[in-house]
């Protein structure tokens, strides 16, 4: 199963593992500077607090992000895959609505004119944003999905797993620290695994596509398939080959005596 994740990701290219070091190395390390500096005062900056707006930790994601759109967009100019363009354009949505705070903003402009209940006017009219976005983006990615290659579809299913992870940081572990945020540490530590998490999975995007544009890297469908053909055991094949051997030459008479 690891090996099989690695092969999908690219890990298998040097290149490709080095770069999957440094991106995993820089979120591990604002992980621990977040988390000492919780606990212990060291460094006694807040710029490096996961959830925090410009923080440190934000402005890496929005480089991640960045770059993952960035090269997406090359991969669609020099594959001519439609897909790739469709994925470009959901990370620099993603990119835009986190930087400019657009769902909270479009949030407020739908429960104002719709004139939403409070207080779920302003949950309602984020919701009621990510729906519109979401079914934009998800008929450009089927459209070009049904149109790719089949190596294109194979990594069009990868990045959509990773969306998948992203999502879950983002909206499930998001939820479930609106039940802590006011409990001691479990605050510190759903916050860092919610927003550690996503800088995990925007760390592996990045490697991911950085494999495809430079390294030459193509998952395959049968990459990602987790049924492996069993091969035949050593005693097996040679218990048949004594029984093929013990046929006569035609291969179909009784076994000699």
């Known amino acids: 199963m690891r090996s099989r994740v690695a092969a999908a990701l690219g890990l298998n290219h040097r ?14 390390g604002l992980g621990l500077l977040y988390l000492t500096h919780s ?35 090359y991969l669609a100019a020099t594959q001519r895959q ?4 469709a994925w470009s354009a959901v ?7 986190d930087y400019f705070m657009l769902h909270e903003r479009m949030g407020t402009v ?3 004119t719709f004139g939403l209940p409070h207080p779920y006017g302003q949950p309602l009219g984020e919701i009621g944003w990510f729906g519109m976005v979401g079914i934009v983006l998800l008929t450009a990615l089927a459209i070009g999905h049904r ?9 069009s299913r990868v990045l959509t797993l990773l969306l998948g992870l992203l999502v ?9 620290h609106m039940l802590v945020a006011h409990v001691e540490p479990w605050n510190v530590l759903v916050t860092a695994l919610e927003d550690g998490g996503e800088l995990v999975v925007l760390a592996v995007v990045l490697t991911f596509l950085y494999g495809l544009a430079f390294c030459d890297h193509r998952p395959t469908p049968e990459t990602l ?3 492996r053909r069993r091969r035949p055991h050593a005693g097996a094949a040679r218990t048949a080959g004594r029984g093929r051997a013990d046929l006569t030459p035609s291969g179909t008479g009784p076994p000699r005596r």
Do not use: N, Q
């Open 82 to 85: 439609a897909v790739l363009a």
């Open 147 to 155: 149109f790719a290659t089949p190596v294109w579809r194979a990594t």
């Open 91 to 97: 990370f620099a949505v993603l990119l835009a609505d």
């Open 225 to 227: 398939t987790l049924v």
């Open 15 to 28: 290149p490709v593992a080095g770069m999957f070091a440094m991106t995993m190395s820089v979120t591990l």
């Open 110 to 112: 739908i429960h104002g």
């Open 39 to 73: 606990f212990l005062g060291v460094p006694d900056w807040k710029g490096f607090r996961f959830g925090k707006d410009r923080a440190v930790p934000e402005m890496i994601g929005y480089v991640f992000t960045a770059w993952a759109s960035g090269l997406a967009l």
């Open 168 to 176: 879950l940081c983002g909206v499930v572990i998001d939820a479930l």
